[in-house]
């Protein structure tokens, strides 16, 4: 079982939808961070959280330290939100999950 | 503007060959990291190095080499001895250690025919 576990793989909506990605980890944390990978392969850095919730313009992250659960929300989406989003934990190292590809259809 | 330059985008070498993938940052980070990226498998740790002069062993080491003889510089050199080397390859560097202030480069495509 991966220490980081992601879901849903793939995620197809509808322009406009609201997103929820889901992450699970069972290891000891100090913060949770959530990436967008884009087709060409490039990472950028959303969140790191370590409590309570973030947000960044139609992205939400929040995180319950006592589930150990982390959830990505992404409002009024748009096809430009297509991507792979991955979650990784954070102590001594960053464990990644496997990612979860969102395809938005207009 | 500042961040991490990855080259190439895209590289093809031959089997047997080694080959040294390029990454530089001019963000004055301490800390340099190189993952490897499979499909349907998450970021795992290659190589990483707090301090110039200094690496450390991450999970999949074997087969690889890298140096940080520059703190804005840290090539990874993919060896014949890594027997499964085409993969996806991701440079990142933080402000100090995991989990802080993380910058991810465009990674280099590496096919090895």
């Known amino acids: 079982k991966n220490e980081v576990e992601q879901s849903p793989q793939n995620l197809t909506a509808q322009e406009g939808e609201f997103i929820t990605i889901n992450c699970s980890y069972s290891?000891?944390?100090?913060?949770l961070h959530w990436l967008q990978q884009h087709p060409g392969g490039g990472i950028v850095s959303l969140f790191m959280?370590?409590?309570g919730k973030k947000k960044h313009g139609r992205l939400i992250a929040t995180i319950n330290i006592q589930e150990k659960h982390s959830s990505l929300h992404i409002t009024a989406s748009h096809p430009r939100d297509s991507a792979v989003y991955i979650c990784?934990?954070?102590?001594?190292?960053?464990?990644f999950g496997t990612g979860t590809r969102l395809t938005i259809i207009p | 503007d500042g961040g991490i330059t990855q080259s190439p985008k895209y590289l093809f070498r031959k089997e047997g060959q080694n080959v040294t993938l390029s990454c530089e940052q001019n963000?004055?980070?301490?800390?340099m990291y190189w993952y490897r990226q499979d499909p349907g498998q998450g970021l795992r740790l290659i190589y990483y190095?707090?301090?110039?002069?200094?690496?450390q062993k991450g999970d999949i080491a074997e087969g690889y080499s890298v140096s940080r003889e520059k703190k804005e510089s840290f090539p990874l050199t993919v060896t014949s001895a890594q027997k499964n080397p085409t993969a996806f390859y991701l440079c990142?560097?933080?402000?100090?250690?995991f989990g802080y202030g993380y910058t991810f480069g465009s990674g280099t495509r590496l096919t090895v025919v």
């Open positions: 990784a934990a954070s102590n001594e190292k960053l464990t």
């Open positions: 963000l004055n980070h301490d800390a």
């Open positions: 190095s707090q301090i110039v002069n200094d690496f």
């Open positions: 290891v000891g944390i100090s913060a």
């Open positions: 959280l370590s409590s």
């Open positions: 990142a560097s933080s402000t100090r250690g």
